[in-house]
DNA sequence: GTTCGGATTATCT
DNA sequence: GATAATCCGAACC
């Protein structure tokens, strides 16, 4: 397989983009569904792109640790939109994005924690201003430093169409490896509920692998 | 390897 | 003025 060979393998996957379907169901399912896919950036050409290993579900009702338990504000708008879209906010100065997921107007959430670097590892070195690669995109607002995920234009957006930001399925499934759950990270409301998943063998997760509900 | 404190900034009361 | 879905580095096993 020839250099030009593999690139047209990696935007083959890179475009299988997942449609709205996926979304609209509860953010458990599409939490623990979004491990081992990708989330990709195009941004002004230059292509970044990460497996995901660690999610965090945002529930719609009866979760005071969710943007949206008091209602709709100014910044959590894109939660009330239809499944498929991004919702990115800022937090102490770095932005996290999240996927909306179920019916319009339920504001359910998953928040994307990790990712595994895939493509474009160069450009997120340049970004992130750091040499560890375990350390590039080891949590939310690492990786969207490293993708160039902002706020300005793609909090709202649509992911769906394959345009600036989306998410695909590798056909070419790698094998994943064992699924873990646990509580939600720098969330001590709400109790422990265990809607945090992840890959637990990911040398890539923003925290070490502890299982609070094997 | 893990735990802690400080920096930091938009958002909401 | 208080809060927060964070990050980094220092300190300490």
Redesign the pocket.
Known sequence: MNLATVACEQMRVLRNVLPASFYDRPPQTVARELLGKLLVHDHQGSVTAGIIVET?A?LASNDP????Y?GR????GS?FGPPGRA?V??????H?V?VVTEGENMAS?V?IRAVEPWTGIDVMHTR?C?ADLT?LTS????LCQALAITCEVLDGWDLTQGQRLWLSAPETAKPLGAIAVSG????P?AGELPLRFYVRSSPFL?R?PHVRFP
């Open positions: 965090e945002y640790a969710s943007h949206s008091r504000t100014a910044r959590n939660m919702y906010y800022i937090l102490r100065g770095y996290c999240n959430a928040l992130r750091i350390r949590g939310p607002g690492k939600r990270i720098g969330v409301r923003s070490g």
